[in-house]
């Protein structure tokens, strides 16, 4: 084909295919929603999190800011440098006077100046120890800004959990409400033929607007739990990456290739919770930030019992001052200079340095108080964690077999129920049996996640490796 020709036909049609493929793209876009973010896992929704959480970004902005409390606490030992100027205007009567000359009269004149100051610390015992404390803040914010990531992780994977689990909820609750619904055709139908009595028809229709009832629950719920990621993320969230070990997926006869690609369950390693207590009590975030306290809270002490203390500084001082005229003298412009040692002795400050040490005492025996209970909570928690992990695992082979018994029983109770075997209420007892082992599966699955990053928090080591690896289970 002639090349003019083909331009003139077919190069006309691809030019407007593209604008009009164009102005669609643009119009779908537009449609789109604000922020809204599709199918994400846990790992994107952590993510958005670290970038919109108001509380992380927060304890992040308290975190930079905790370094200014070093750079304060060395300003006291820091020369400092003071300028003062002033102008006056004077008007001077005398009333009296011994002295002939200057037995009446009266002047005005003006006096201006400046004076500047260097004052260098000596020494300030005080501001040595406010050095050291402030050290020691700075590494208390280190430990607590690292506590914010790990409980930023455990809020997220919270929240991304309860929304699954309420997603989970909704679809078993849509599931039981189908097949009750199916089987409240059925029971009618029966009814109508005379095949069953009416309470089989007045139970199925009881169960059928009860799960529907259940059902509008669950929807509610899962958009409550969906409002909980848009709160740390600030993005809304319409999907999410369910477990690729989903409850739905199980068979009555598992197949060991059926198993590939979901979660794997594992006991805590080691298998001993002494062990994990011991590694807890020394590398706890928490508990290390508590310990932190009780070490600022001693230099506390330190620091108040140093308001009697002397003090020394050298002083450095230049000063200039003129004067137009007086009525005893003339004018004058005069220079001083003076360098001096400046010694301050506190003798008596109406009781505060000892009111101030003994409050520092009693919030310093609060915060060893305060790192007991710590202690106990963590010894507690890490306990809970380990046996939550392990109880999980076993919850979880459990409901396994519970999913696929309820199963075979509610298939058995269809056949009876067709037969004239079983009436209309045992099979929805079996529909209801059903979706709550699934629901209880799905529940343990989840448990499993969270008391594994709880154990990890707990030894002070979770982070987004941890969560990484669990966000490998989700489907894409």
């Not at 308001?307 to 003129?322: C, I, S």
């Amino acid at each position: 084909m002639d090349k003019y020709v083909y331009n003139r036909v077919f190069g006309k049609n691809l030019k407007r295919f593209y604008w009009m493929y164009l102005c669609a793209a643009l119009v779908f876009a537009l449609a789109l929603p604000a922020q809204s973010v599709w199918g994400e896992n846990l790992m994107q929704i952590y993510k958005l999190a670290k970038d919109h959480d108001p509380t992380f970004k927060g304890d992040q902005y308290k975190h930079e800011a905790s370094p200014e409390t070093l750079k304060q606490a060395y300003s006291e030992l820091w020369p400092k440098v003071t300028a003062e100027a002033y102008y006056q205007e004077t008007r001077q009567k005398i009333v009296e006077s011994d002295v002939a000359i200057y037995s009446h009269g009266v002047s005005n004149f003006s006096t201006e100046g400046y004076t500047l100051t260097l004052t260098q610390p000596l020494w300030r015992y005080s501001s040595i120890l406010r050095v050291y404390q402030a050290k020691e803040e700075v590494k208390r914010a280190d430990l607590e800004f690292e506590t914010n990531k790990q409980d930023l992780i455990m809020r997220v994977t919270e929240a991304y959990i309860n929304a699954l689990s309420a997603q989970d909820k909704l679809v078993f609750d849509q599931a039981e409400e189908t097949s009750v619904k199916s089987h409240f055709e059925l029971a009618r139908r029966r009814y109508n033929m005379g095949l069953v009595p009416i309470t089989d028809f007045h139970d199925a229709r009881a169960r059928l607007s009860s799960v529907t009832a259940e059902r509008i629950k669950s929807e509610d719920g899962l958009d409550d739990a969906l409002e909980g990621l848009t709160e740390v993320t600030d993005s809304k969230i319409e999907n999410l990456g369910r477990l690729k070990a989903d409850v739905a997926e199980i068979a009555v006869e598992s197949k060991p290739e059926s198993d590939r690609g979901r979660m794997s369950l594992v006991n805590p390693d080691p298998d001993d919770v002494d062990k994990w207590i011991n590694v807890a009590f020394k590398q706890n975030l928490e508990l290390n930030v508590q310990r932190k306290a009780v070490e600022i809270a001693r230099q506390e002490v330190k620091l108040q019992k140093t308001g009697h203390w002397p003090t020394l500084n050298a002083v450095g001082r230049y000063n200039r001052k003129d004067t137009e005229d007086s009525m005893f003298a003339g004018g004058s412009d005069v220079e001083i200079q003076e360098a001096f040692l400046q010694l301050n002795v506190p003798l008596f400050e109406g009781f505060r340095v000892v009111s101030k040490t003994r409050e520092a005492g009693k919030l310093y025996k609060a915060a060893t108080q305060d790192l007991e209970k710590k202690i106990r909570a963590v010894k507690r928690e890490t306990c809970a964690a380990f046996r939550g992990v392990k109880s999980a695992i076993k919850s979880v082979e459990a409901f396994k077999q519970s999913v696929v018994s309820n199963q075979i029983a509610l298939k058995a109770k269809k056949e009876g129920f067709k037969s004239g075997l079983f009436n209309s209420l045992a099979v929805l007892d079996a529909e209801r049996d059903l979706c709550l082992a699934k629901q209880e599966l799905a529940q343990s699955q989840y448990d499993y996640i969270l008391y594994s990053l709880q154990l990890k928090k707990m030894e002070g080591d979770l982070n987004e490796k941890d969560l990484a690896m669990i966000n490998q289970w989700l489907e894409e």
